[in-house]
């Protein structure tokens, strides 16, 4: 019998997904009516996985944030805390 089309498994499937030490993270800041938010990303990674690490930082910093798309997004001017606390958590930043 023949058949068409291809047997896929979660094996042979590539997803986009970088780890730790693949991301090369960058930061950007905005000011959104007048209030100060810090942009890290751009992270290469599942929903699940993004939502974990803002919960980190969230929990770190004492602040609010958000994701959008591959970016999370925290309220404040909070660059050097996050570097701290995702390099000890294993996560690597493009170097200026």
Known sequence: MFEMGAKLDEETV???ELTKNEHQLVF???KRNGKP????????LDDAKK???LKL???KLATGGTINED????QGDKKDKIIEILT????????K
Not at 71 to 74: R, Y
Not at 89 to 95: A, E, L, S, T
């Open 37 to 44: 938010v810090t942009l890290v990303g751009r992270f290469q």
């Open 57 to 59: 930082l969230k929990k």
């Open 14 to 16: 590539k997803t986009n």
């Open 28 to 30: 950007t800041y905005e």
């Open 51 to 53: 939502k974990e690490i």
């Open 88 to 95: 000890k958590d294993g996560w690597k930043f493009r170097k």
């Open 71 to 74: 970016w999370i997004e925290i």
